[in-house]
């Protein structure tokens, strides 16, 4: 494996006595191929002018030595970077020797019995009169309309709920910028449902109201022609600077997102008012059929690498024009075909590590090998004429002819991460 060329900052050792000898790390050719698939995801190989390596891990946040003839990985160096070194030559100087910096205590968080911290919904619903009423008054003189008021049931603090004129809502000047895609997605989505059920929040800005979390949503309103956004109108105009607090939900990961659409397929398969639409009529909902294959899978195999897969299904799987009742079964068929495939690529896998090959991405290299589909200008597969075919590929895969240098040149960013 070729070194990728990175080149290290200087580092200091806070407090450290007798002061660290140095030496100069220089770029090295390569690192050798047991060590280079020990890690997930390296950054870069540099080597003292001692002969001994380092291995930069993106992943661990942390430099690796590497004990010369040994090939044995030893601790990862603790290192403070200081702001000054960016910006250095192709040289760069580093202590030799380093202090490791002790553990942090984890504090765990004391349990609290259910139902016992906050306001009672009768206190939710007791909004002192005074604090909100200058701000109250604001909203109905600027063309806006006060559509009722609570009590933060956690905090206690009074919040005011409104229909604001879209033109007087802006997004704060310090946040990130709007992504074109997701505005548009939002509008197709809005759109689709006819419904806009998620309020942004909001604070009043001198004559105007700041947004710091709903701005998506707000150019997505604004590109409809929507008139009035609804709003959580905070008297706190610190809110503004708590953007990062605020945006704290966690983006679906493939397996998440595949479960819950194959959750859905069978709630709908078992209500009354769906079970015989056709499973294509429910395209916008799912989004990929791909999740409905893998989420069957999932619910088999929860550990399955599903993304390694995904390519595979997005060229041969295709939404169903059966009713959704009956295209499930047709879904937990396809997706024991993808835990045979599964089957053959780890079995496959296991026989290059046998061998000596190490590499976190064994099992993309793998199906990238067997999956004919890519090299293909097809416009459409059978389902079970293609994976017939790859399985039988994985089935027959000769490791023999597989080399260290075939799994680094294939090299590259993992599949979609499903934990």
Request: charged share 25%.
């Amino acid at each position: 494996m070729r070194a990728a060329g990175l080149l290290l900052p200087a580092v200091r050792v806070v407090g450290a006595s007798p002061p660290p000898r140095l030496e100069t790390v220089r770029p090295t050719g390569g690192l050798p191929a047991h060590i280079a698939g020990a890690f997930r995801e390296p950054t870069g190989f540099q080597q003292t002018d001692s002969g001994q390596y380092f291995v930069f891990d993106r992943r661990a946040h942390a430099v690796f030595p590497i004990a010369g003839d040994e090939a044995k990985i030893t601790e990862p160096f603790v290192f403070c970077v200081t702001s000054a070194t960016f910006g250095m030559g192709r040289e760069a100087v580093i202590p030799r020797y380093y202090r490791k910096m002790a553990k942090k205590k984890a504090v765990r968080r004391k349990k609290v019995a259910p139902s016992s911290i906050g306001l009672t919904p009768a206190d939710v619903k007791a909004v002192p009169s005074r604090p909100l009423d200058e701000l109250a008054a604001q909203v109905e003189e600027e063309g806006g309309s006060v559509l009722g008021q609570y009590n933060d049931p956690f905090g206690g603090k009074p919040l005011l709920i409104v229909a604001l004129p879209v033109s007087s809502v802006e997004p704060t000047p310090y946040q990130r910028d709007a992504s074109e895609a997701h505005v548009k997605r939002l509008m197709a989505v809005v759109e689709k449902i006819g419904l806009f059920l998620d309020p942004i929040i909001a604070i009043r800005h001198e004559d105007r109201y700041w947004t710091p979390n709903g701005n998506h949503r707000l150019q997505a309103l604004k590109k409809l022609g929507v008139r009035t956004v609804v709003a959580l109108l905070v008297p706190d105009p610190q809110v503004a600077f708590k953007i990062l607090a605020l945006n704290t939900e966690k983006a679906h990961n493939l397996r998440e997102k595949s479960l819950e659409t194959i959750r859905m397929a069978r709630a709908l398969a078992g209500a009354k008012t769906s079970r015989d639409d056709p499973e294509s009529a429910f395209a916008f909902e799912f989004e990929q059929p791909a999740f409905l294959t893998l989420g069957s899978a999932y619910e088999e195999r929860p550990r399955l690498s599903g993304g390694a897969y995904q390519s595979i299904l997005r060229r041969v799987d295709e939404f169903l024009g059966e009713p959704i009742s009956k295209a499930l079964k047709e879904r937990d068929r396809r997706g024991r075909k993808i835990l045979k495939l599964d089957d053959a690529v780890s079995a496959a896998v296991e026989k290059l590590k046998a061998k000596g090959l190490t590499s976190p991405y064994l099992k993309p290299f793998v199906v990238a090998r067997v999956n004919y589909t890519r090299f293909s200008k097809a416009a459409s597969f059978d389902f079970d004429e293609t994976l017939d075919k790859i399985i039988a590929s994985a089935q027959k895969f000769n490791v023999e002819r597989v080399s260290q240098q075939d799994v680094a040149k294939a090299g590259g960013g993992p599949p979609p991460d499903d934990d």
